[in-house]
């Protein structure tokens, strides 16, 4: 519906935008810095019936890389991460409510698990620092394999 499109777009992409716009201006006066922003493996292929979802973590890899660009010169890294199926409160209320899809999405990442929360915290300190100072507008895949299939 109308009223998906809008909320999902509102939160995942305009919010990312908003994040930006604000931290852009004190990561100049700082002199540079590191902006991480979330997308997803969704932003980086479709899934059936997910339009809004989809599209919206296509834009936030579309901001990342233009502000990448945009602020290269003035020290400011721009990168996403692009998290597969990770254990996080929502997931794991819907395996609550829905026991029998554990298989299926444990099945969609080839290391046989869903990931954690901390090892997407590793790769956002890791794009933070200064062992990735020559990578920008990189949508990092974190994703126990799933794209390599």
Known sequence: TSETWQRVMAVNATGVFLC?????????????GSIVNI??????????????YVASKHAVIGMTKVAALDYA???IRVNAICPGVIATDMITRVLDEHPE?????????????LGRPDEIADAVVW????RS????GHPLVVDGGQQAG
């Open 127 to 130: 794009l933070c620092s200064d």
């Open 20 to 32: 930006m716009r604000a931290q852009i201006p004190h990561l100049l006066a700082a002199g540079g």
């Open 73 to 75: 010169t003035a020290g």
């Open 101 to 113: 899809m554990e298989p299926m999405l444990t099945g969609m990442e080839p290391v046989g698990r």
């Open 39 to 52: 997308s997803s493996v969704a932003g980086l292929q479709g899934f059936a019936g997910s339009t809004p």
């Open 133 to 136: 100072s020559f990578v920008t």
